[in-house]
């Protein structure tokens, strides 16, 4: 620190310095405000108390700032001082930059829209374990598509389900989820002591073949409630464009259909069969509008044609368009509208004109 250095610069100088730090104290105390407010709801009294985060830091600077042994070490010669702020500020930009990396990662096959269907989803499983608990089974594929979805609807039922839910499995699983959507202060909670109830130890069977999801989608109320924006019909050769889109379509609050990304678990390539084609079939019937993402790579796909020529059958005019760079397109391609993207906003191109995806999908 400089010579006479103020409370106000040592505190700015360490949120950015120390600024993974400075996140764990954001963090800290957003859970446990979120954990107070929670017990308050409840009729119970606050517990935890954490004060706001610059308060909280204050509190700590306070007594180094004051402290005059402390102070004189913190004081550095110019030359000394400036090389070692570079190195810290170098260490801070590097480390957040891994955790970015890792929460990107983590998130890379998630979808940040909320569902037209969660809401649903969301009254079905609290339905369901109080009037079936033993129904893992249901609860469970409730959290699996929970997962799939990052946004303050499914992570505030996550979080609930953390807090309240009895079976260990379902729970841990959404612990784990929350993990994975980048919240930091998220504990599993441990068991609850006493005696066991109907359900509290059954272990749920997942959803990991394309046998195991066609049979749900016949069978749940659950799936006949699913719906979807856009089923994007691709060649996963394609995968770093796809998410790109995926990204961009979500931004506009449109939720996607991509196999390998709502469907990962089951619909894995090395298992492909016929109850994979029964499968995609649903989904295209769960989908409002097509998009079509024509490269040389969904030109070879045997899939994709198929796919466009079910959803022309099944919904007319309800597709469209996108051919990255100058990829030549088959003939039959020039019968749809054209989508080009435009500063991160896909555009299609009709006869009154250009509109958004978005508003040509409420047409």
């Not at 994975?180 to 068991?191: A, H, I, Q, T, W």
Request: aromatic share 12%; net charge positive.
């Amino acid at each position: 620190m400089p010579e006479g250095f103020s409370e106000e610069l040592f505190l700015s100088e360490f949120k950015l310095l120390y600024s993974y730090f400075w996140d764990d104290i954001c963090s800290k105390a957003k859970e446990y405000n979120r954990m107070d407010k929670g017990r308050e709801k409840k009729g119970l009294p606050k517990i935890y108390f954490f004060p706001k985060p610059i308060s909280y830091l204050r509190s700590i600077a306070l007594p180094i700032i004051y402290n005059e042994g402390l102070y004189n070490q913190l004081k550095k010669p110019e030359k000394e001082r400036v090389e070692f702020r570079e190195n810290l500020l170098e260490q801070s930009l590097c480390k957040q930059k891994n955790r970015k990396d890792k929460i990107g990662q983590n998130q890379k096959y998630v979808q940040h829209v909320i569902p037209s269907y969660s809401n649903y989803y969301i009254q079905t499983y609290f339905a369901g374990k109080h009037q079936n608990p033993t129904d893992i089974d249901t609860r469970y594929a409730v959290l699996q598509e929970a997962s799939k979805y990052k946004s303050p609807v499914t992570i505030k039922f996550l979080y609930k389900v953390n807090a309240s839910e009895r079976n260990y499995h379902l729970r841990h699983f959404a612990f784990l989820t929350l993990q994975k959507f980048g919240e930091k202060e998220v504990r599993l909670r441990p068991n609850r002591k006493g005696e066991k109830r109907p359900g509290d130890k059954i272990v749920p069977n997942p959803i990991n073949t394309p046998e195991d999801l066609i049979r749900f989608i016949y069978n749940s109320q659950l799936e006949q409630m699913k719906t979807y924006d856009l089923f994007i019909s691709h060649s996963s050769s394609d995968s770093d464009l796809i998410l790109k889109m995926k990204a961009i379509l979500n931004s506009f609050g449109l939720n996607v259909y991509i196999d390998w990304v709502s469907d990962r678990n089951a619909l894995k390539r090395e298992l492909t069969n016929i109850s994979t084609a029964k499968a995609i079939i649903e989904r295209l019937k769960s989908s409002k509008a097509l998009l079509y993402i024509n490269t040389d790579s969904s030109f070879q796909s045997q899939w994709t044609p198929w796919e466009l020529g079910y959803f022309h059958a099944l919904k007319g005019n309800r597709i469209c368009v996108y051919t990255p760079n100058d990829t030549p397109k088959p003939a039959y391609i020039d019968i749809y509208p054209r989508v080009n993207l435009v500063d991160d906003i896909l555009m299609v191109e009709t006869e009154g004109g250009c509109i958004s995806l978005k508003d040509w999908l409420m047409e």
